[in-house]
């Protein structure tokens, strides 16, 4: 099987078979060669894909996975009066929390022009030279910069895709346009403002969210929206590339997001799914519409009253699919711990207290987020004990 990679990159000529999955990454295993790269133009055109690539039989996607009907919330109500409309409302978003952690909203006041810019200056971005793109290279540890399949972070099972991911905190106004000058230069500059407006748009619309999982919940609905007013959040790029073989690779592998809310904005290729009744179903893009999950420090906050739920992304062999995800985090050092009101005999307490800090750093250098990441970090904190 030949395989066609950039000059200076090279498989073992010899490749070792796929190592078993360790349980816990420490990093990937870096041969004596150049760890693998890819450049969305060279992979998107191949029919053999390289080993690292190719996800184990019982993780390969079902393309054709029936779709997943999630009700969608207009959060208008959130700035009308009608206290009927926002209990109605909290119901729906009670009931799928419970379930799969999933719900899309609408009438969320973020201006489409906003999100195709997004979308153009993503474009642009993963249209770079790879020599550009690595000018923000993810370093190792890092939860912020460029990072092409994750080479050298895992030894198998690698995502096809790209990302670029940025920290936003909203008492820095000028982090991300900072960040784009600083790694990318001046000629970036205008990137920055652009990302550093999205990232706004999603904060703010993120606390109106809160409000309503605190009243879904039963409690003030200032709880939660308090709690992450001051946030330490993520913005990541998803670029996934045409694949030859969408069959045998995964754009993102299944996993809960450890942050605390998604914020999603998929392009209207498809590709997000979600695990559902022990079955992978589709979400269906709707361009007016943001998904939105559950993340594991939610589901602790909420003393796992909320599920934050096994979703992965699939690729296909037409076309470049986006994605705009936006994970809300607390600051680093608040303590995760859920209110009172949500713990009793009836719901004893699941979690240890941990920060955000720390679980950031469990799956930066210990663990690769999955479908055990909390389990796996609750036992990784008793042994640090
Ligand atoms: C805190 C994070 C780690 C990841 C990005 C954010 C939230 C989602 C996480 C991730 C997408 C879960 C699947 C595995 C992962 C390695 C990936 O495919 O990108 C995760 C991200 C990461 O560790 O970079
Ligand atoms: O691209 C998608 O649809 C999902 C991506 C995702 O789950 C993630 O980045 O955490
Ligand atoms: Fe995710």
């Known amino acids: 099987m030949v395989h066609y990679l950039p000059k200076g990159c090279s498989i073992p000529n010899n490749p070792t078979p796929l190592p078993r999955e360790r349980p816990n990454l420490t990093c990937g295993a870096k041969n004596e060669h150049q760890p693998l790269v890819f450049g969305s133009s060279i992979l998107g055109s191949e029919s053999n894909i390289p080993s690292q690539f190719i996800w184990p039989d019982h993780e390969k996607p079902c393309l054709e996975a029936p779709e997943l009907v999630i009700p969608t919330i207009d959060l208008g109500v959130l700035l009308s009066e009608d206290s009927l409309a926002v209990s109605k409302a909290a119901e729906l978003v009670n009931e799928t929390c419970k379930k799969h952690g999933f ?3 609408v009438n969320h006041g973020v201006d489409s022009e906003l999100i195709d810019k997004a979308y153009q200056f993503m474009d642009l971005l993963f249209g770079l030279q790879l020599s550009e793109k690595q000018k923000a290279q993810r370093k190792l540890g890092e939860s912020y910069g460029y990072a092409s399949s994750f080479v050298g972070r895992f030894s198998s099972k690698l995502p096809w895709k790209e990302t670029l991911s940025f920290r936003y905190c909203p008492d820095s106004p000028n982090l991300v346009e900072q960040y784009f000058v600083n790694v990318m230069g001046e000629d970036f500059r205008h990137f920055g403002r ?3 407006e999205y990232s706004e748009a999603m904060s703010k619309l993120s606390l ?11 409690l003030d609905k200032a709880y939660f929206r308090d709690f992450f007013k ?17 069959d045998l690779t995964l754009g993102t592998g299944p996993h809960s997001d450890p942050t605390a809310l998604t914020i999603l904005h998929q392009d209207q290729v498809g590709g997000l799914q979600v695990l559902a009744d022990e079955k992978w179903h589709s979400v269906t893009p709707i361009p007016a519409a943001f998904v939105v999950n559950i993340g594991d420090t939610f589901m ?6 909320y599920k934050s739920c096994l979703h992965r992304a699939v690729v296909n062999k037409r076309t470049v699919r986006r994605s705009l995800a936006f994970f809300l985090c607390p600051t ?19 979690y240890p ?4 800090a720390t679980l950031l750093e469990f799956t930066q250098k210990h663990y690769r987020a999955d479908m055990k990441t909390l389990d796996a970090f609750s036992n990784w904190l008793q042994q640090q004990e």
């Open 353 to 356: 207290e941990f920060t955000w």
């Open 332 to 350: 680093m050092d608040k303590a995760v711990t859920p209110p009172a009101g949500l713990v009793n005999s009836a719901n004893p307490r699941i």
């Open 230 to 246: 001051g946030n330490d959040s993520i913005l990541r790029l998803n670029h996934y590339p045409p694949c030859q073989k969408p």
């Open 300 to 305: 602790a906050l909420s003393n796992g009253i």
């Open 103 to 105: 719900f899309m909203v």
């Open 208 to 218: 109106g969210i809160m409000e309503l999982l605190g009243v879904s919940l039963g």
């Open 194 to 196: 652009l990302y550093q």
